[in-house]
Nanobody
């Protein structure tokens, strides 16, 4: 059973950056594809990015392509989400989750285990 925990959220001004971290407890993280998704009040869950195991392949939702970047360090059992040029509409609780495969995009991401999330608030 994989357990995930997100951190790194906070309050940031529009145009700013944040780096979220996802720590995983798993015997071999490189067996798992890890996705990030967010949930804002009153809105549907939105898949953002996915990074496959080893070798890593990244897939992004169109809404964050060019602004967000995901990476992983299997030795440290960590996955990251670098977020740049943040906008108020990026405000949400951000989660990392296991997925079977990154596939071709968010529609193919079926989330397995995920953590409690970290709040990101973009406001001046």
């Amino acid at each position: 059973q994989v357990e995930l925990a997100e951190s790194g959220g906070g309050l940031v001004q529009p145009g700013g950056s944040l780096r979220l971290s996802c720590s995983a407890s798993a015997f071999a993280l490189d067996y798992y594809a890890i996705a990030w998704f967010r949930q804002a009040p009153g809105k549907e869950r939105e898949g953002l990015s996915c990074i496959s195991g080893s070798p890593s392949r990244m897939v992004y939702a169109e809404s964050v392509k060019g602004r967000f970047a995901t990476s992983r360090d299997n030795r440290k059992k960590m996955v990251y989400l670098e977020m740049n040029s943040l906008k108020p509409e990026d405000t949400a609780v951000y989660h990392c989750a296991t997925v079977v495969s990154c596939g071709s995009g968010p529609d193919s991401w079926h989330f397995g285990a995920w953590g409690q999330g970290t709040q990101v608030t973009v406001s001046s």
